[in-house]
């Protein structure tokens, strides 16, 4: 069983900024790919961003780009998503995931699926 806890959701104008976070065990943190998704009204899920295990590889959605920042501290066992200059297409419930894989490069969210989710922390964005 791999629990994943999110927090950090909420409501925020435009041009503001929001950090999530998502609680996980020592193993998690230190061993699994993690990543953030989000998912809007009548959309697919997407992957937002995702780290490597030691944390030397990121991947971001392009949209985000710039503007947010996957890290991971895994003393506190839980990795952030620092979310700046939110527009309201950031609107969405966003998921904490995680994943094994043998190779780093597998942990970009676009190139193989993430399998044990986190229940979401909603993110609004007001224009």
């Known amino acids: 069983q791999v629990e994943l806890v999110e927090s950090g959701g909420g409501s925020v104008q435009a041009g503001g900024s929001l950090r999530l976070s998502c609680a996980a065990s020592?193993?998690?943190?230190?061993?699994?790919?993690m990543g953030w998704f989000r998912q809007a009204p009548g959309t697919e899920r997407e992957g937002v961003a995702a780290?490597?295990?030691?944390?030397?590889?990121?991947f971001y959605a392009d949209s985000v780009k710039g503007r947010f920042t996957i890290s991971r501290d895994k003393v506190k066992t839980t990795l952030y998503l620092q979310m700046n200059s939110l527009n309201a297409e950031d609107t969405a419930m966003y998921y904490c995931?995680?994943?094994?894989?043998?190779?780093?490069?597998?942990?970009?969210?676009?190139?193989?699926?993430?399998?044990?989710y986190g229940q979401g922390t909603q993110v609004t964005v007001s224009s």
């Open positions: 995931a995680a994943a094994w894989r043998s190779d780093d490069r597998y942990c970009d969210p676009n190139r193989a699926d993430y399998y044990f």
């Open positions: 020592r193993n998690t943190i230190n061993t699994a790919c």
């Open positions: 780290i490597s295990p030691g944390g030397g590889k990121t």
